[in-house]
């Protein structure tokens, strides 16, 4: 017996119309690569993103034809996610730090018909733009009198003239609900990019979830500042969860530095901020440098790489603001955990409920998970055992895109479940935390080492900028970790004072056996360490230690 | 294209499977009837509602048959939830304050194959249960020595009794999530009562938008006590929120008097409780008798009817406590409207706060609204235009269940809305504000006056425990405004002192034309007044103001 409740398809169109209806006034404050600000309303972006479904109606672009974009967080690209993927395109986000190739190679793959792009970005698109066939359009997100000439780009029109001739009104369709919404491509540290793609349903149920008071807690109070990138992973969710409870969105455009990120906090009354801990360093180093407080910020949440326990006791301790750790990946739409605390563990000390806030946290309703060991058991969670990450749930992967209109995908799933690639504990109430990367760890001895916790050791020395711990061959543990590390400019630290910090801490046989000094670690396209990178730089470095 | 996410169900099994993977050890805490304490765990609850599930397949129940419910919050009643629910049967949920009749009709139309019931409602059972040949098996809320003997009701058995012998072990069916999960009939107070039959789908959405930020704000930081029943509109979903949220539950049982409800309040840690306003003017009237303070209450979500001023500045001045005015109808599952504020609100002086929060406020995501004029066309939201207010959605209601296992539901809606018999107003930023019943709106001299209007004007006299305005036929003017009146015990309160509150408040033709003092008000069976009552008592009535 079927119930009797209406039944209408979650869609991605629906969260922009709820927004113009009931949150039409609440504002989009957006930096420009222009430098200056701009600000208008849902209203405006509502009216605006039907001008893009009928742009791209405009173009005969079929449902399910990809739009690419290359853009910075801002009120255009919030236009084209709505626009996009309401009128039953797939909006797919090309992560501008990738190399042209890689981008060019992403393009054809997914097949792109209509390519977005800032204005910043024009080299990029010169250098590819004769190689991708697909491409029957070129935008460039800009005003009409700012379109640059003589790109030698075929069919390149601006945003503003793409757009403007176009009627505001225009019928969102109501398709089905498991059609495709977005499409993002994993950064490809090994081997090539692997697309993810959305739908929906799922879009629209992880909107719910991250709004969540266990998750990121998101009202209509709220003034959010996402620094984590449109471009990738839907900056987690924000946009979308912004139009479903109607906060108000600050939108950093290119200036991620720190004077830059606390002005827009300051002057929009910010009072949470999203984004990976590279931003936060230099945000904290801003206001270090330079005695600053937040007036409004009340929250952070940080994700993307675990956060290192100084940021977090920096952002508490002395500026009073909530640190959210959230962890996801692009297959986990991305959020997947949050480290908040339930009601139980309110009665632990500080210290304590700080250790657990450091984890990845537990999953939220639509998400469950586990961790396998190497035969496929499920571990126990009692915060020790370690083992494969595997998760399931509503806006989980079932299968990379095969490219193109291609329907042919292949099931990636072992029994129902997604293999993460993280080595994780789960302790008792649920709290996942990860110890590695499973192609990370180091494995000396028949014993694994966490080159997380290494890294965490070395990143709480004052003098240290980054640190990455790598393992490298050993003639008798097989591996044996080393350290490389990036001081503070004009910061002094030798190899024995950092390697003194280890034996109050690690039982030691996992102290790093060296410490390689360099002026730069490796960062790739989403601001993870490539660790690749390093290890083809000790490839053949023969330990002192052994 | 298709998106390439997991597809899953949403289903209410997957709420208790959560709950006890991740939430295991938080407690439910019941009153039961017999006057003690339970404590048990969501570890607990999942294990029995599994053994619910088996006694239901040893009964050899189809999916889709019913399983009735006449039961206070309590444990037990939890675990018929997911039990019945979870294994593809529908939950029935029976008011009992309905009459016997009205429950035998509801038992006949429904076709209920069993039915489960606390023991303080035997007497109702022995009058019915001869009249009930659909009912296969009845099963009374109790451990099996407290079975009582010579009921004289055939096939009966006790819930322990009927559960311990089954297997913990249970393997939740996959259902569609169209699937229906639940069924709760109207309190009819014009016609027959009609019953609305939630779906796994609409009931798993509500949960996430009714523990949103901007609805109840639910956390695995909270202990919940809901008052509102689970014998009607589901305690607001909050049974099925606290599985997917993880917070404490605290079950009332049959004792709703100030001084109970206060106890477990204290005694418990209660952070939220939510509940009609009756029950909140016995426990603010136990705490003004008692000179009682909150030490943990920090929110009350109040629905059901609107919230008199008076209750509101009681709870807030008073003791510190936030309202949460919601709104709803057993229709909309029920959570349709919240009227929590927006960071624009937030500069509104606290009188302009209040008024907006008196409110019956904004929907969330998942829900539209309208109003429409007697020509069917949409009004301007201006807080002043008032006309019919639709809905859709969701969780809200396409067609009432024609009964037994019919599938021939009558589609209600028009044009895709659902009708809700109120008149209400929409104000700029999309607060709704209820004016009146369609049917108890006053129509004098061609224009409406508010009947909540005038009553709330009485309530917030101290004199009055409870009034009522009704209106009366009139020879000019068609209707006019007439005030019923209960005294609070030993109040003094003469018809001018009490009409004289008016003049300032309101527009002369809109002052009452007289007041009835009455020993009682009738109430319905969901604590609402019953207006046609009164309307009979003043049937022949003559205004004298004419």
Not at 186 to 211: E, I, N, Q
Not at 221 to 237: I, K, Q
Request: charged content about 20%; glycine content about 8%.
């Amino acid at each position: 017996m079927r119930g009797l409740m209406q039944s209408q398809p979650l869609l991605v169109s629906d969260l922009l119309v709820f927004a113009e209806r009931f949150h039409g006034n609440v504002e989009i404050v957006s930096r420009r690569v222009e430098g200056d600000i701009h600000r208008h309303t849902f209203r405006d972006a509502a009216r605006r993103a039907r001008q893009v479904a009928a742009a791209l109606d405009g173009e005969e672009l079929l449902r399910g034809e990809r739009v690419a974009t290359l853009a910075w967080n801002g009120y255009r690209h919030v236009e084209l996610y709505f626009g996009v993927s309401g009128s039953g395109r797939v909006l797919h986000t090309i992560n501008p730090r990738l190399t042209s190739e890689q981008i060019r190679w992403i393009v054809e793959h997914a097949q792109d018909s209509v390519f977005c792009f800032e204005s910043s970005f024009l080299p990029i698109v010169q250098a590819i733009w004769s190689d991708c066939p697909s491409v029957q359009r070129w935008v460039i997100l800009c005003d009409h009198d700012k379109l640059p000439t003589d790109t030698g780009i075929g069919n390149l029109i601006s945003y503003e003239a793409w757009i403007g001739e176009q009627e505001a009104q225009y019928h969102w369709p109501r398709l089905d609900e498991e059609s495709a919404c977005g499409l993002c491509y994993t950064s490809g540290t090994s081997g090539d990019p692997k697309g993810v793609l959305y739908s929906h349903r799922s879009t629209v149920l992880h909107s719910f979830a991250v709004a969540m008071p266990d998750a990121l807690c998101l009202s209509a109070r709220d003034t959010v500042l996402p620094v984590v990138p449109m471009f990738h992973v839907n900056a987690w969710g924000l946009i979308y969860a912004a139009a479903a409870v109607g906060f108000k969105l600050v939108l950093p455009g290119p200036l991620l530095d720190g004077a830059s990120v606390y002005q827009l906090i300051e002057e929009e009354g910010v009072t949470l901020a999203a984004g990976v801990p590279t931003v936060w360093q230099m945000l904290l180093g801003y206001l270090r440098d330079h005695g600053r407080r937040f007036s409004t910020l009340r929250r952070t949440v940080i994700g993307g790489s675990a956060v290192p326990p100084s940021m977090y006791n920096e952002f508490v301790d002395q500026h009073g603001v909530e640190v959210i750790h959230a962890w996801g990946m692009t297959e986990t739409s991305p959020v997947g955990a949050v480290a908040t605390l339930r009601a139980s563990q309110l009665g632990l000390d500080m210290a304590q409920q700080r250790s657990l806030r450091l984890k990845q946290g537990h999953p939220l309703f639509g998400i469950d998970m586990r961790i396998i060991d190497e035969t496929g058991q499920a571990l126990h969670w009692d915060g020790k055992a370690c083992g494969d990450l595997q998760v399931r749930g509503h806006w989980v992967i079932r299968a990379y895109y095969p490219g193109g209109d291609s329907e042919k995908a292949c099931d990636l799933l072992e029994d129902g479940w997604f293999s993460t690639g993280d080595i994780a504990t789960i302790d008792g109430d649920g709290f996942m935390q990860i110890t590695d990367r499973s192609k990370d760890v180091i494995k000396s001895g028949g014993e694994w080492i966490s080159s997380v916790e290494m890294e965490n050791i070395a990143m709480a020395h004052p003098a240290v900028a980054m640190a990455a711990c790598i393992g490298v061959r050993h003639p008798k543990w097989d591996e044996r970790p080393v350290l490389v590390v990036m001081r503070k400019p004009g910061a002094e630290l030798s190899r024995d004072e950092l390697l003194a910090l280890y034996e109050a801490q690690v039982a030691k046989w996992q102290i790093p056996d060296d410490v390689l000094f360099v002026e730069q670690i490796p960062l790739g396209a989403t601001g993870k360490v490539q660790k690749n990178k390093l290890r083809a730089l000790c490839r053949d470095y023969v330990t002192w230690a052994a």
